[in-house]
């Protein structure tokens, strides 16, 4: 190692000399008096550069931190509070939907769903029975016995979310509209709406509803439709 | 309230590191206030990612390599006035003489002027004690370029101060 390598090797990293720089300096007085002037530059240089640190610097920063930290915990609460309180209210409103959803008039859908298909009750040509029976049995539900004669209109129809098979049987005074509400278990009873006359009647695997605005044949066409969903009397009883 | 270890191990890492951090932001940035957010801002962010830190000999390395971030952050974001050497305090220290006071105060000056890819890796030998390979790490150099960037950093400091008189006064 000549002078300039040491020197150059010193100059880098005074702080560690390798053993062969080490080997050169004792044996090189102008060297080793640069080492001297060099670990004496080295000590202005780290005195200097220590600058003196703020008082209560770590612990303001150590308050800064737990103090975010407790807001973020506390903003975290409340968000999980607002979450909670949002998820409540849902909670309810959907409670509130779910019940009293059913509140509105089963009458008032079945006036409206017969408003919005207002053109069955003009059709007066009687369907086969067989077609009726289809439809019925595209229902899931069997009829018992022949269906009424004179039905001009039968559909699948929601009404609702209830599946229906929706009639239309035009009768002297006036067409009577017949919902059959499958699997619906709702409770008798002669209702007006909107100017019509309702009745529903539970019947065999769901309710039978009778929409007209003339009753007059309410009473007739509920025992026909009895006879057609549950059978005759006799049937249902089993006699042969 | 409950310390958790990680509170605890975050509280360790501060008092060893803060001053520190501290020292090298200053010579980063060469503003008393703006190095004590920058040791804050990097301590915090330090905090958030704590888990990542899997070994404690590694703990200065990684807060130094945080705190190189914060402050290049820092300059996106917003430009600095140069430093006026003159607004340059003396510090207070009663151990030392008068001279060498003033020694401090005109290397502290001559630091400041020292180009950045000078004054870096120098800080980092100085005050952060890393060694050559360390560095290069840390600033993405090769070891050769850095030796040479500490070499040259040395002479233009000692050009700076008039190398005679700080060195006869050592």
């Given at each position: 190692m000549n002078c300039l390598e040491y020197r150059r090797q010193l100059g880098s990293d005074p702080r560690h000399e390798s053993a062969e720089m080490l080997e050169h300096r004792r044996g090189c007085a102008g060297c080793a008096a640069h080492h001297a002037r060099a670990l004496g530059f080295e000590l202005a240089l780290k005195r200097a550069l220590a600058v003196p640190v703020p008082d209560g610097l770590a612990e303001r920063i150590l308050l800064s931190q737990t103090t975010s930290e407790r807001s973020l915990r506390l903003r975290r609460r409340q968000r999980w509070g607002w979450s909670a309180a949002a998820a409540a209210v849902f909670a309810a409103v959907t409670l509130v939907v779910i019940q009293f959803a059913p509140a509105t008039p089963l009458s008032r859908q079945l006036v409206v769903h017969l408003q919005h298909e207002s053109e069955a009750l003009l059709t007066h040509t009687p369907l086969p029975a067989t077609e009726i029976e289809e439809r019925f049995r595209r229902r899931g539900v069997r009829l018992m016995?022949?269906?009424?004669?004179?039905?001009s209109y039968a559909q699948l129809c929601p009404v609702g979310p209830i599946a229906s098979v929706h009639m239309v049987m035009p009768e002297n005074e006036g067409p009577v509209t017949v919902f059959f509400l499958v699997h619906h278990k709702g409770r008798r009873g002669d209702h007006v709406d909107k100017g019509m006359y309702v009745r529903t009647v539970p019947m065999a695997e769901g309710t039978l509803a009778l929409v007209a605005?003339?009753?007059?044949r309410f009473d007739t066409l509920e025992a026909s439709w009895r006879n057609s969903l549950e059978g005759s009397p006799a049937v249902a009883a089993g006699t042969p | 309230m409950r310390v958790t270890s990680r509170q605890h191990q975050f509280d360790a890492l501060v008092r060893a590191h803060n001053g520190d951090l501290y020292r090298y932001a200053y010579w980063l940035c060469g503003d008393p206030a703006l190095a004590q957010d920058l040791t804050q801002e990097t301590l915090l962010r330090a905090w958030r990612s704590l888990d990542a830190l899997r070994e404690t000999d590694a703990a200065k390395a990684w807060l130094i390599t945080i705190l190189r971030r914060e402050h290049a952050r820092l300059y996106e974001r917003k430009s600095f006035d140069t430093t006026d050497i003159g607004e340059l305090e003396l510090d207070d220290r009663d151990s030392l003489t008068p001279e060498q006071l003033g020694e401090d105060s005109i290397v502290r000056a001559a630091m400041l002027q020292l180009e950045p890819k000078y004054r870096e890796p120098l800080l980092l030998q100085v005050?952060?004690?890393?060694?050559c390979e360390e560095i290069a790490r840390e600033l993405g150099l090769g070891s050769a370029a850095v030796m040479t960037q500490l070499f040259r950093a040395r002479q233009k400091l000692k050009s700076l101060l008039g190398a005679g008189r700080v060195e006869a006064s050592a």
């Open positions: 016995a022949a269906p009424p004669a004179g039905v605005a003339d009753p007059r | 005050l952060g004690g890393f060694s």
